[in-house]
């Protein structure tokens, strides 16, 4: 069993950065994600990060957030710019290793306008 725990969300005024953290109790190779939840939205993913490094995006997000990774700490990272109030959500990392997925329990991010 992973547990995932999110942290780095909070409130932020339109325009403004944040960066979220997703450490892993253990080392586990795999696909790393975040996903968000806007309100009365589906879960929607916005980042993927493999375990060798290759990156995707959401259009919606692409040029705004970066995703990252530091195995040595099970940690991953996503660094949001330009926030939008369209952001607003609860964020969520996952971890996929082979047919096994784990997730985080939502870190909430909430940009005022």
């Known amino acids: ?45 916005l980042a993927g990060i493999s375990s060798g490094g290759t990156t995707n995006y959401a259009d919606s997000v692409k040029g705004r957030v970066t995703i990252s990774r530091d195995n040595a700490k099970n940690t991953i990272y996503l660094q949001m710019h330009s926030l939008k109030p369209e952001d607003t959500g609860v964020y969520y990392c996952t971890a996929v290793s082979g047919v096994l997925a784990y997730w985080g329990q939502g870190t909430q991010v909430t940009v005022s306008s």
């Open 1 to 45: 069993q992973v547990q995932l725990v999110e942290s780095g969300g909070g409130l932020v005024q339109t325009g403004g950065s944040l960066r979220l953290s997703c450490a892993a109790s253990r080392t586990i190779v795999s696909v790393r994600g975040w996903f968000r939840q806007a309100p009365g939205k589906q879960r929607e993913l």
